[in-house]
């Protein structure tokens, strides 16, 4: 079974200063790699994802990822973030072949502050 | 869009009660699934189902089932509740490409 690490539970950040959320996996095989966000008292919401071909994958609210194969690792990173960004921040993986099983991390609670 | 729908937001239950858990979606997606979600924990996956009553266990299936009769339909049974099953309760489909998609999640209190 695959396993995701999200090295932060919580990250405190300033209005407009840029934010990295960290995630490592576990994997000896080729894998499907997700990012979703999750608002008070809401589900999760898919934010972005990396499927094949560029290592940079951009999302939705100027979110973006960086696959790194060879670190295992998928970090998320936006420039500038706004109040409107504090939510909890889930990282998540699937084997390409087998299973439709997502793997998820344990989240990181990203907190915005004016 | 994809739309998962699920019965309730809230829910409050009193132990031994039996619960029933609606989810439904509207994508003709064969995969659909049931997490739980507590503070520390992450999402810890229940049951999921790769097609019309057919499911398999997650990680945790103990004091749950499920059944699916339709393929747009999944639903989560407990069958006597307990208070460790106060939670977050997701239900997510699962598209071609394997993102999942959630719905708003019920709140179940077990009193």
């Known amino acids: 079974a695959q396993s995701v690490t999200q090295l932060d539970s919580q990250v405190p950040v300033f209005e407009e200063a840029p934010v990295e959320l960290r995630c490592n996996y576990s994997s000896s095989v080729s894998v499907y790699l997700f990012w979703y966000v999750q608002y008070p008292n809401q589900g999760l919401q898919l934010l972005l994802k990396?499927?094949?071909?560029?290592?940079l994958v951009k999302g939705i609210n100027g979110f973006e990822a960086e696959f790194n194969k060879s670190q295992t690792s998928f970090h998320l990173r936006k420039p500038s973030v706004h109040i409107s960004d504090t939510a909890e921040y889930f990282c998540?993986?699937?084997?390409?072949?087998?299973?439709?099983?997502?793997?998820f991390g344990t989240g990181t609670r990203l907190t915005v502050i004016p | 869009d994809v739309k998962v729908t699920q019965s309730s937001r809230y829910l409050v239950k009193r132990t031994g009660e039996k619960v029933f858990l609606e989810c439904v979606q509207d994508m003709d997606h064969e995969n659909m699934f049931w997490y739980r979600q507590d503070p520390g924990l992450g999402l810890r996956l229940i049951y999921f189902?790769?097609?019309?009553?057919?499911?398999e266990k997650g990680d945790i299936p103990e004091g749950y089932s499920v059944s699916r009769e339709k393929k747009e339909r999944f639903s989560l049974i407990l069958e006597s509740a307990s208070t460790n099953q106060t939670s977050m309760y997701l239900c997510a489909s699962h598209g071609r490409l394997g993102e999942q998609y959630f719905g708003p999640g019920t709140r179940l209190t077990v009193t």
């Open positions: 189902s790769y097609d019309v009553k057919m499911k």
């Open positions: 990396y499927l094949s071909g560029s290592t």
């Open positions: 998540a993986v699937s084997e390409k072949t087998g299973a439709n099983n997502l793997f």
